[in-house]
C-alpha cells in the first residue's frame, strides 16, 4: 500500500523540481537538479541524495537556499534539509556533517557523506556545454592534428589510447576546451559507464585543498585515481602550486600505470610552464603534445557560416548578407570568442530590429571592435619582436650574414611581414637592408614549408603572430 505522506511528498519534490528548471535552465537542471534521489522525510529532516560529493557540495553552494525555501513554502513540515551522498547500497552514512543555517535561520541544510568506494563514481560531467561537441567543432589548418587526435582518444574502447597523455595547447579562444568537452561527451555517449572527470586545473586544486583541509585526502586520491578518462583544463593554472603539483605528478603516475587516458590543455606547451616541476613536464610530453594554432581567415569564416548556419535553425528569418561574415573574418583575427562575439551582436541587431545587416551595417554595429584590430602593424615591429624572440640583435637580422641562427629568424620575419602587412615584396626586401624581391619571395615559401614539417618553426611562427596581433 503507498504511504500517502510518501505521495504527498513526492508530488511536492516534482512540483518543486519543475520550478527550479524553470529558473535555473535546462542545463543546470539536467546537471545539478535531476541526478538527485530521494526524498524522505523523518522527524522535520528531509534527506536528498547526490551521487557524489562533488555535485553535494555544488548543489548546496549554488542551489542550497532555494532549496530551503522551496520546501519550508511547501508545508510539509520541513525544518532541516540533510544533503548526503549515497552510499553504494543506498544507505547513507553521516560523517563529519557541516551545517550550513538559512538567513532566516528557519531551516537548514545538513552536508553528510559516506566513505567512497572506488565504484561509487559515475561520470561527472556537470560542467560539460552540450554545443561544445564534435560535430559543431569545424575544423581547419590550425587545429587538425589537435582534432584527429581528440577523436582518436575520445573513440578508443578499453585501455588508453596510444597517446597518452594528450596534451593541447594554444592561446585563448582557439578551441581548447571545445575539443577537451567534445572528448568528454563522445567518451560518455560510446561507454555511459566510463568513469570520466572533466573539471579545470583549478578546481583540482580547489578540491585538493579542501580535501586536506577537512582530513579527507583519502576521498580524494580515490576518486581521481580510479576514473578510467581524466580531462584537465587550464593546466597552467597550477604553476606554482607546489602541493597541487605533488599530489598531480601521483595521480598521473597512478592513472598510467593502469592504462588509464589522461587529456590535457593549456596556453603553451609543457616546455613553456614556468612554475611547473621539470618531472610533470617530462610525464606531459610523453605521449603526444598537439599546438592548436591561431585560425586563419578560412577557419573564421568556416566557424561564422557554421554559427549562422545553426543560429537560422532557430531563427529563420535572421537576415544577415553572407559577405558580412568574409568581411568580420578578414577584420578581427585572432580569437575566436571575439569574432563569434561579433556575430552575436550582428544578430542580435537583425532579430530584435528586424532589419537587414550588410558590410555597411556591420562596420557601423562592430565600430569599437574594427577599430581595436586596425592598429597597423608594421615591418618595423616585425623585425624588432623577431630580433627579441629569438635573442639576436635587430642589425644582425638585417645584415648580410648567413648564419643559420641568424638566417632562419630574418626568414620568418620576412614570412611575418609578408602575410600581416600590406606591404609589396619589393618595399619589403628595401626593409630587410635592401634585399632583392626574390630572396624576400624564397624566405616566404621556405617558412611556409618548414611550418608544415617542423613543429618548432610552426610553433615560433604562432607565438611570433600573437604577439604581435595583441
Known sequence: ?????????????TRIRSALRQEVGEASYQSWIAVLDGPSLKDGTLSIHAPNRFIRDKVADRFGARLREHWVDAGVGVVEIDLSVAAEAGAVEAVSPQRVRAASGSSRLTLSSPPIAADSYGSTNVNLDARLRFDTFVVGKSNELAY????????????????NPL???GDVGVGKTHLMQSIAWEAQDRAPGKKLLYLSAEKFMHRFVSALRYKDAHSFKEEF????????????FIAGK???????????NALIDQNRQIVISADRSPSDLDGVQDRIKSRLNWGLVADIGAPDYELR??????????AREAHPGLDIDEDVLGFVAKRVSSNMRVIEGALNRLMAHASLFGRRVDCDVAEELLHDLLRAYDRRITV????????????????????PRRARAVARPRQIAMFLSKELTDKSLPEIGRKFGGRDHTTIMHGVKRVTQLSKDDPGVREDV???RRRLQH
Request: glycine residues 4%; proline residues 2%; aromatic residues 10%.
Open 1 to 13: 500500500m503507498i504511504d500517502p505522506a510518501m505521495s504527498d511528498l513526492d508530488s511536492t519534490w
Open 148 to 163: 584527429a587526435a581528440a577523436r582518436r582518444v575520445a573513440e578508443t574502447d578499453g585501455p588508453a589510447a596510444a597517446y
Open 167 to 169: 596534451f593541447l595547447f
Open 225 to 236: 585515481r580510479s576514473v578510467d578518462l581524466l580531462i584537465i583544463d587550464d593546466f597552467q
Open 242 to 252: 607546489e602541493s597541487t603539483q605533488e599530489e598531480f605528478f601521483h595521480t598521473f
Open 301 to 310: 569564416l568556416g566557424v561564422l557560416q557554421s554559427k549562422l548556419e545553426l
Open 380 to 399: 618595423d615591429e616585425i623585425q624588432r619582436v623577431t630580433a627579441d624572440h629569438f635573442g639576436i640583435k635587430l642589425s644582425d637580422l638585417l645584415s
Open 462 to 464: 604562432e607565438m611570433l
